[in-house]
């Protein structure tokens, strides 16, 4: 069974400053991992995935994410904040054999001081 | 444009007193799912789709139902609500339901059972 970690239910950062967001999973088969975005009153929007390859992901927005599977973890970094990255984000995992199933962490709420 | 797709977005009820929130999609997405978010949580699924007339339980299924009638049309449906079940819920769809396949999330509904 997959499972999903966040740390750190809301975190704050200047603008211009890195974001980084922290993800950990547990999973007992290769792990597909994607990270979503929630802005306000919205549904959510892939940001990006890791599903084989290439360890460092780039998404949307300047966002990027690295799969580390000796750490078992799918950190989310963005070298400048913006303000309007200020937004809830969700680290979610599926397993090959899960089937369109996600899990998604507890999310993270960015908020982004001027 | 490519989007889900859900009705209301608002809804506020009183507890027995039966409803349905509708979802559809215009992608001819085979996958279809439903999640409720709740603070703390992250998402949960509740009920997923495979295809027409194909579904199953997700992790939170109790007190609700669907159906799959047609392709793009995946309702909720929630016979005699709880307070327990006031959250924000998501419909998802995608285009296999593969572990590595984005899900596109419509924009959310908002319930509240009194």
């Known amino acids: 069974a997959q499972s999903v970690t966040q740390l750190g239910s809301h975190v704050s950062v200047s603008e211009g400053a890195l974001v980084l967001l922290r993800c950990n999973y547990s999973s007992s088969v290769p792990p597909y991992l994607f990270w979503y975005v929630q802005y306000p009153n919205q549904g959510l929007q892939l940001l990006l995935k890791y599903t084989t390859g290439a360890t460092l992901v780039k998404g949307i927005n300047g966002f990027e994410a690295e799969f580390k599977k000796s750490e078992t973890s799918f950190h989310l970094t963005k070298p400048s904040a913006h303000m309007s990255d200020a937004a809830e984000y969700f680290c979610?995992?599926?397993?090959?054999?899960?089937?369109?199933?996600?899990?998604f962490g507890a999310g993270t709420q960015v908020v982004v001081t001027p | 444009e490519a989007q889900v797709t859900q009705n209301p977005r608002y809804l506020i009820t009183v507890t027995g007193k039966k409803l349905t929130v509708t979802c559809s999609q215009n992608m001819n997405h085979e996958y279809m799912s439903w999640y409720r978010q709740d603070p703390g949580l992250g998402l949960r699924q509740i009920y997923y789709?495979?295809?027409?007339?194909?579904?199953d339980k997700g992790d939170v299924p109790e007190g609700y139902k669907v159906s799959r009638k047609e392709k793009r049309n995946f309702p909720l449906i929630l016979e005699s609500p709880s307070p327990n079940q006031t959250s924000l819920y998501f419909c998802?769809?995608?285009?296999?339901?593969?572990?590595?396949?984005?899900?596109?999330f419509g924009p959310g509904t908002r319930l509240t059972v009194l």
């Open positions: 979610a995992v599926s397993e090959s054999d899960s089937w369109g199933k996600l899990q």
């Open positions: 789709s495979m295809n027409v007339e194909v579904t």
């Open positions: 998802a769809s995608s285009k296999a339901g593969g572990s590595t396949d984005t899900q596109y």
